[in-house]
Nanobody, 122 residues
Framework: RVRLLESGGRSVQSGGSLRLSCAAS????????MAWFRQIPGQEREAVAV???????RYAASVKGRFSISRDNAKNTLYLKMNSLKPEDAAVYIC????????????????WGQGAQITVSS
């Protein structure tokens, strides 16, 4: 069983930058697809970025060009670098992982973290 633990969530001003980390334990995730989702209370969880086992990233249109997903397989850790943050980016950011063929923006991932809260002040 894979356990995921996010860190790095905090309050930041609009236009600022932040990097989230998601440390995996329980198994090596080098051949897993991993993703970042975000959730605002009362809204559906949405995919922000996905990265496959080869390191190929995909992004939601709302964050493309501002966010960057990466992984360090040696550290079993997933990252999300967020630049030019906007108030509408405020949410709980949740990492997810699963083995192929799961590798999309859907919610079918087997493993989920607890989330990290980000607030963006204007």
């Amino acid at each position: 069983r894979v356990r995921l633990l996010e860190s790095g969530g905090r309050s930041v001003q609009s236009g600022g930058s932040l990097r989230l980390s998601c440390a995996a334990s329980g198994d090596s995730t080098h051949n897993y697809c991993m993703a970042w989702f975000r959730q605002i209370p009362g809204q559906e969880r949405e995919a922000v970025a996905v990265i496959d086992s080869s390191g190929r990233p995909r992004y939601a249109a709302s964050v493309k060009g501002r966010f960057s997903i990466s992984r360090d397989n040696a550290k079993n850790t997933l990252y999300l670098k967020m630049n030019s943050l906007k108030p509408e980016d405020a949410a709980v950011y949740i990492c997810a992982a699963d083995t192929p063929p799961v590798c999309s923006g859907g919610l079918s991932y087997a493993y989920w973290g607890q989330g990290a809260q980000i607030t963006v002040s204007s």
